[in-house]
């Protein structure tokens, strides 16, 4: 799942972009990602 074009164009690449990825993660899970939602997510 990449929603958010990726960490070099999203954050800074390594550690402290991977918390970005997490909630985002987290928010498909829960769908509450809005125009980001991906179809059938947590299935």
């Known amino acids: 799942m990449n929603t958010h074009v990726g960490l070099l164009s999203h954050c800074h690449p390594g550690n402290p972009g991977s918390i970005f990825a ?12 809005g125009e980001r ?3 059938g997510a947590g299935r």
């Open 22 to 33: 997490l909630t985002e993660a987290v928010m498909q899970l829960r769908h509450q990602a």
């Open 37 to 39: 939602q991906v179809p």
